[in-house]
């Protein structure tokens, strides 16, 4: 499985855009490249995947490099209940069992008023 | 409904207790999984089940036993555990489609927090 580096913590101010890094260098053709977050004390939530394409949904945006080594999230208006541990997921390829997310450490975003 | 349910949200057990964690979605989804989640560590992966079927262990004791009696629900069966099993029991599920080359998002429930005395 390839796996994800994520910086472990960074603070963005409220209101403005929290940019979240992800490096998955050893990521191959078929895997997607997929970002949760967790609220403390709460469940992880899925935010948006992509395979090569920029995404962009309600949440944020999704920018995954030409060469798919890095992608970066992009919470465009960061708020206050954005606080929470960010997981940039590459899913495991053997997709018809259901697929693995395998969690790596995360970011813990702290946006600040 | 895009829920995952999971009961109790709090259990506190002894080591000689059996228990179970139980999860239920309605979504349709025909993947269902169990993870462990010590406090400020990510989620570890321990059972996937796909289609009913339990298609991956990862390597847990036998002291968790899963269950998965239908498509809408999953349960983790408890016997003999340790203090150290004390963690935040998250269920999740996806929409598998077997040969299938659609991606899906997992939902996961709130957790059960069990404490092991």
């Known amino acids: 499985d390839a796996k994800t580096t994520q910086p472990p913590s960074m603070d963005c101010a409220e209101g403005r855009a929290a940019n979240l890094p992800c490096n998955h260098s050893?990521?191959?053709?078929?895997?997607?490249v997929y970002w949760y977050r967790q609220i403390h004390s709460q469940g992880p939530q899925y935010i948006i995947h992509?395979?090569?394409n920029n995404e962009t949904n309600e949440m944020a945006s999704l920018i995954i490099t030409e060469d798919r080594k890095s992608s970066t999230l992009i919470l465009p208006h960061a708020t206050l209940r954005d606080t929470a541990v960010y997981y940039c997921i590459v899913r495991d390829r053997i997709y018809n069992q259901g697929g693995k997310l395998i969690f790596g450490q995360g970011t813990e975003l702290s946006v600040k008023p | 409904d895009t829920e995952v349910t999971q009961t109790p949200k709090h259990l506190v057990m002894g080591m000689t207790n059996k228990k179970s964690l139980k999860c239920e979605q309605h979504?349709?989804?025909?993947?269902m999984y169990w993870y462990k989640q010590k406090a400020k560590k990510p989620p570890e992966l321990m059972f996937v089940?796909?289609?009913?079927?339990?298609?991956i262990n990862e390597s847990v004791p036998s002291r968790f036993s899963p269950e998965c009696p239908n498509s809408s629900l999953l349960n983790l069966h408890l016997h003999a555990l340790q203090p150290e099993d004390s963690a935040l029991y998250l269920c999740?599920?996806?929409?598998?489609?077997?040969?299938?080359?659609?991606?899906?998002?997992?939902?996961f429930g709130q957790g059960t927090r069990l404490t092991v005395v």
């Open positions: 089940y796909s289609y009913e079927k339990l298609s």
């Open positions: 999740a599920s996806s929409q598998g489609i077997l040969g299938g080359t659609r991606n899906t998002e997992a939902f």
């Open positions: 992509g395979l090569k």
């Open positions: 979504m349709g989804h025909r993947a």
């Open positions: 050893t990521i191959s053709g078929n895997e997607y």
